[in-house]
């Protein structure tokens, strides 16, 4: 038998004769009251209980130590130093008598964005000789010691103006783009609840949608020496704004900049000759799917016109150095079924990258952050975080020295001091204080992992149980789900505190998981999104809850909620149209429910260009008429990040279905998933849902307070 359907029959069958024998789990209403109290209890008491979790180094200016600051149970301070060659601590009376750096010891790219916003009109060139300036829309150029001023161009005006000067490094030539700006058409919302004000107002702001048009560009070249320009050939500009352009290190001769078309499936770095205007494709990267352009590095080096470039196209983001004359990849720097995740340094004098990576270790989380260092030439790769956990790491100005903070959502944090050139264990400098977070019954997440729906790739989660639960008895669950393809979301870190544990408080197994179509994993797992959004990786999460309740018999697969907020809120009202038979009740807050409502530069990424009919298809809109189970929408009515039309048009499609639904709509909020009274409501909505309680009587001569 094929083995993703075997799988598919294992998890749907086996499952179910186990948890059926399990009573559910079925409180009375003074018992979901008490829970209430205790979550209310535990939101209080929870919020710094845990201690020692992080330690942020101020390293003296000789880089030999560093000292620190503990907050402890008490709430006092107590001061540490640590001499960073043997780990050994002294304890201060307070940090008076320490100095300490202006760097915080992070590592950081310092990379100008590919994508400039704005340049100003007037620009002198770099060896102070000439200025160059936008009048009534066209260019001019004087010198510096006087002279007269030479018109450059003659068909820009006011409305289609030239502007953005980059200047060569030898001031020799200039690029400048002749501009057809679009402006955006605004969305609107009323303001209901001024105080100021007996009457709603009118508010409204410039939003893009997909297939709406974009400003376009195009690319010239100006010599100085006979000021005429030349446009290079290369087309219109459209998409995003315009580039900044990197020069060939000693020839001037050439630039490059950075292309990506709009439908995201094609990415170039093109390179133009300043005398006529000739371009050719150094990097020309073209996909089926799409490409994810603001995961793109790169680097351009200032001495040897080498450019360090990420890409997926191998299937896992990885990094290559690319020799910019040739324009022809030189070194596979990274490669192997594992995601470089972040560059945080590049070291041109020794050509090493530092870099942040996940995947790489078997046995472990895929998602972990790992810290490594490796040679230009894809040699001498260094491994510096060794434990099992996601890390997070400092480094001293000198980069001698750092220190690794490593958690996982089960396993509090760790911070020890490590040697950069071989990543030794110096020592341990603290361990997080988790006693009084213990004492409060608050049981730790559980990490937990299954197959997807093709029975091979696994899929990771968390699991938060309620602080006294019984096994013998059937739970609920709640899943908490974010499926915006940007990226992955389940915690990788120690939790501390937050709302999962606190609704599972009152009696529900709360979860959160990554399914496919999320990043952070290979370019296949990620492709699941491409024009495809309304999946939300569900039948992944699906299976994942059907796994969890055949390892545990006290979950509940008859009592499936979720919640979600933005792309989440999409997620969770989708799951009730396009899988009721699994998902019984949702919460959506300012979804985006129909993604040509929604924000251009983040849907046509997953969605593609043009707007085609698969927009409508998987609109919640448009599907409206399919909602099973019960629904509570939430929008804020000041929302200007999804626009709170998405959320009324898909209420109005419901009304036209006939469906019965609930909405909540929070005078001058914006974005955000109701705030405090929002989540309130949620949680008395799934109470009422799948306790058949009533919750806490707000409107009683004794208010409840959240």
């Known amino acids: 038998m094929h083995r993703p359907l075997l799988w598919l029959l294992l998890i749907t069958g086996i499952y179910t004769a186990r948890s059926q024998s399990l009573p559910p789990y079925q409180p009375a209403r003074t018992e979901v009251l008490a829970a209430y109290e205790n979550a209310i209890r535990l939101d209080s008491l929870a919020k710094n209980a845990v201690l020692k979790g992080n330690v942020r180094a101020h390293w003296q200016p000789d880089n030999k130590g560093f000292w620190y600051r503990n907050t ?39 990379i100008k964005s590919r994508w400039i916003r704005q340049r100003p009109s007037d620009s002198t060139s770099p060896d102070k000789q000439w200025i160059a300036t936008i009048q009534a829309g066209n260019i001019f150029l004087r010198a510096v010691a006087g002279g007269e001023t030479r018109q450059c161009s003659f068909d820009g005006d006011t409305t289609n103006p030239y502007g953005h000067i980059q200047w060569s490094p030898d001031s020799k030539h200039l690029v ?14 009323v303001l209901s609840s001024v105080d100021t004000s007996s009457r709603g107002i009118l508010q409204s702001h410039e939003y893009a949608q997909p297939g709406d048009p974009f400003t376009g560009y195009v690319l010239y070249t100006l010599n100085i020496a ?22 060939r290190t000693n020839d001037n001769t050439f630039f490059t900049f950075e292309k990506a078309d709009r439908g995201h499936q094609r990415y170039r770095i093109i390179e133009v000759n300043v005398n006529t205007g000739f371009t050719r494709n150094l990097i020309d990267q073209q996909t089926n799917t799409f490409i994810y352009e603001s995961r ?74 790992h810290y490594y260092r490796i040679g230009f030439d894809g040699r001498h790769l260094v491994s510096l975080t060794p434990a099992n956990a996601s890390h997070q790491c400092s480094f001293s100005p000198g980069r001698q020295f750092f220190l690794d903070n490593y958690s996982r959502p089960d396993l509090p944090a760790v911070t020890e001091l490590r040697r950069t050139t071989d990543g030794k264990l110096i020592s341990i400098i603290e361990r997080a204080d988790i006693t009084a977070y213990q004492s409060l019954g608050i049981r730790m997440p559980e990490v937990f992992v299954a197959k997807g729906r093709d029975g091979i790739t696994d899929i990771w989660g968390i699991v938060c149980r309620p602080p006294n639960f019984d096994s013998t008895k059937k739970y609920p669950v709640i899943e908490n789900i974010y499926a915006g393809p940007q990226d992955a979301f389940v915690p990788k870190r120690f939790m501390n505190y937050g709302e999962m544990q606190s609704m599972a408080a009152l009696g529900f197994i709360v979860v959160q998981c990554d399914g496919m179509g999320t990043a952070n994993r290979s370019k296949a797992f990620h492709d699941v999104c491409w024009q495809n959004l309304a999946d939300a990786g569900l039948p992944d999460r699906i299976l994942w809850i059907k796994a969890l309740a055949q390892k545990y018999a006290y979950i509940d697969t008859s009592r499936v909620g979720l919640y979600g907020t933005s792309a989440g809120g999409q997620n969770s009202a989708g799951a009730l149209l396009f899988h009721p038979e699994f998902y019984k009740a949702a919460v959506s807050a300012c979804g985006c429910h129909d993604n040509r409502i929604d924000k251009q530069w983040w849907n046509e990424q997953w969605m593609g260009y043009p707007v085609g009919p698969h927009y409508a298809a998987q609109s919640n809109i448009t599907n409206a008429g399919k909602l099973q189970g019960s629904l509570l929408l939430i929008v804020g009515e000041a929302d200007n990040n ?65």
């Open 296 to 369: 793109i590095f790169t680097w351009y080096t200032a001495a040897t016109n080498e450019i360090i470039w990420s890409s997926e196209k191998d299937g896992y983001n990885h990094l290559y150095l690319v020799d910019a004359v040739k324009g022809s990849v030189k070194n596979v720097i990274t490669h192997g079924n594992w995601v470089v995740r972040k560059v945080d340094s590049v070291d041109e004098v020794k050509r090493v990258i530092w870099f942040q990576a996940s995947g790489m270790n078997t046995g472990e989380d895929p998602y972990n952050i």
């Open 226 to 247: 006979d000021k005429k320009l030349v446009k290079a050939a290369t087309e219109l500009y459209n998409f995003l704004d315009y580039p900044w352009v990197h020069w």
């Open 176 to 189: 400048v783009f002749h501009s057809y700006p679009v402006a955006e058409k605004p969305v609107y919302y």
């Open 72 to 110: 402890l149970a008490d709430s006092s301070k107590e001061y540490w130093y640590v001499e960073a060659r043997t780990g050994a601590k002294t304890k201060l009376a307070d940090s008076t008598q320490y100095s300490t750096t202006n760097d915080n010891g992070i590592i950081t790219g310092g």
């Open 642 to 706: 999804v626009p709170p039309e998405s959320t009324f048009r898909f209420a109005s499609a419901l009304i036209r279905a006939g469906k019965v639904f609930d909405l909540l709509v929070v005078p001058g909020m914006g974005h955000s998933d109701g705030g405090p009274y929002g989540r309130l409501r949620k949680r008395d909505f799934f109470v009422r849902k799948f306790f058949g309680v009533e919750p806490p009587d707000r409107n009683s001569v004794v208010s409840y307070k959240p």
